[in-house]
Structures are given as C-alpha cells and as structure tokens.
C-alpha cells in the first residue's frame, strides 16, 4: 500500500495506521478470535514504493514504538521532497507509528488486524499449528505481515494467493449480498448495469454493501470502474453476452440459482476453508468496520 492520502501536498508518514479516516490495527474481527495482537514493539518497513509524482513520492510505510512522547512520524512535502519531524496527524489523528504496521499487502491490499489474521488462520502458521493445515505453514503472517511481500517465500504467488483468499472470504461469501446471484443476474442483463462492480467496490472497501452502512468512502470507484469494464473488453464479453430476448409476456426471473456456498464453489477440496474457532474475547471493535478494507 503507497501513502496516497495527502493535505495541501503534505503526507503524513502516520498514513501508515491508516487512511481515508480508517484506524487498521483497530478493524479488529467482531465474529471471531481470529484478529492478530497489536504489537506496539513491532518494528518493519514495507518493501513497496510508489514511482511517479514528477520524479517524487512519499517514503514507503514504517512502524515503530515510540521512543518518547515526542516522537513523532511527520509528514513528506511533495513540493520540496522531504520530510519534516514535525508533528502532523493522519485524518484519524494519529502522529506516531506505534503499533501501525497493518497496511495494505497483496494484489487486493490485504489490511488490518482482522484480515491479515483470518489470513493466518487459514493459511499461515497458525493454520498448521492447530489444525496441521495451511499453505504457509512456516509463515506467521500475524508476527510479519510484511512477510506477505518480503519474506523468502513471498513471491508473486503469494500475493495473488492473498488476494484470492480474501476474495473468496470477504466478497463471494459475503453474508447480506449474494455475490453468484447478483454476478448471474449482472451477466444475464448483458453486463451493462454498473450498480454491481459498484457493490463489489462498497463491499471490498468498506466490508458493508449498503450507500449508507459506513461512513468511510468507496476510494477508487471510478477507476475500479474503468477497470473492470476494460478487462470486460480484452474478452470481449459485453460483445458476446448479450441481453437475454423476452416475449412480451415473459419476465424476468428473480428466483436465486440453486447453487452451494460460493466458498465451496470457488475453492478446490484441498482449499476448503475449516470453521472458525469459537468466539473468544476481543479487544473493542470499531464499530463502523465489522471487516476492513
């Protein structure tokens, strides 16, 4: 994840707890007792930098305890260049670094406490360790979530496996919108109806489908837009697909496919994701984020 939340040209370096209004190492899970502990001793520099911006961009994100109650992150100047270690708050009014080490990894950006823990859960170490399961089995992604991206087994792969996993867990299974009817129902129109990319966009980036269900924004809409459509392109599918002919008495059907669990439809038996563990006590969840991103 790049630091791209800026004020007047300043980035606070504290974007690494979180951006557009959001805490990441508070998105903690309020199903479950997958969350990964909040470490204020951890220390890590993310391994991804952002090019562009004439020839400048912001440092890449960090964490680290606070060494005394003035030590502050700062900001990165995009008109000069540098950085500053005057105190300069990120839109949650965060200027340290302390305990922020939970930003975006992966192809979907994979973020927050709660994700990157049910990551662990299902296919980190923590996965073998209680259940003798896990892709990574030597991978604590909760002690080192940059291990997504830095680790000697954080290929290319595995970022792409990231972002699959948390596709499969967080939007075909999303409880309140079902994703392979409404993807059926997007299909069967002719792929001409934007409200769908636009609830999986509502949904990836603020866990909820509703307009109203967060205060935070859809970040990236239009472009997420554009990409999709352009991809919709490459095959040709809009060209191919077309709207469904109905006779003047025939409607449309609303009746929803009789197909499984899109967990189970999507994932290989060997990838089948186990029940959660039963609810433990958890730190307080923020209770405009039930999942984050």
């Not at 606070?66 to 700062?74: E, T």
């Not at 269900?213 to 997420?224: H, N």
Request: charged share 20%; hydrophobic share 30%.
């Amino acid at each position: 994840e790049f630091n791209v939340d800026e004020v007047a040209g300043r980035y606070a370096l504290s974007n690494g707890c979180g951006q557009n209004s959001r805490s990441y190492q508070d998105e903690t899970c309020t199903d479950s007792d997958m969350s990964c502990p909040v470490d204020a001793n951890m220390e890590m520099v993310s391994s991804g930098y952002a090019s562009g911006m004439a020839g400048r961009a912001p440092p890449p994100f960090s964490c680290r305890p606070k060494a005394h109650s003035n030590d502050y992150a700062g900001y990165w100047d995009s008109r000069t260049g540098a950085s500053s270690e005057t105190a300069y708050s990120n839109a949650r009014g965060r200027t340290d670094l302390e305990g922020c080490c939970w930003w975006g990894r992966g192809a979907l950006l994979t973020r927050g406490v709660c994700n990157i823990g049910k990551l662990n859960y299902y296919l980190g170490k923590r996965a073998h360790t209680e259940r003798g399961e896990g892709k990574f089995p030597n991978i604590d992604f909760c002690a080192n979530p940059e291990a997504i991206c830095a680790s000697e087994e954080g290929t290319e792969e595995m970022r792409w496996i990231t972002g699959f996993f948390e596709w499969v867990e967080r939007i075909q299974s999303y409880p309140d919108w079902d994703y392979i009817y409404n993807l059926q129902t997007f299909v069967d129109q002719g792929m001409k109806d934007d409200s769908f990319i636009d609830t999986v966009s509502s949904i990836l980036t603020r866990g909820c489908h509703s307009p109203d269900c967060s205060y935070l924004e859809v970040t990236m809409r239009e472009e997420r837009k554009e990409n999709f459509k352009t991809v919709l392109g490459i095959f040709g599918l809009p060209e191919i697909t077309k709207p469904p002919t109905l006779s003047s008495t025939q409607k449309p059907s609303t009746q929803k496919p009789l197909t499984s669990s899109p967990v189970k439809s999507i994932l290989p038996p060997t990838m089948l994701l186990p029940p959660p563990a039963p609810s433990m006590t958890l730190s307080q969840p923020n209770p405009s984020m039930p999942l984050s991103q």
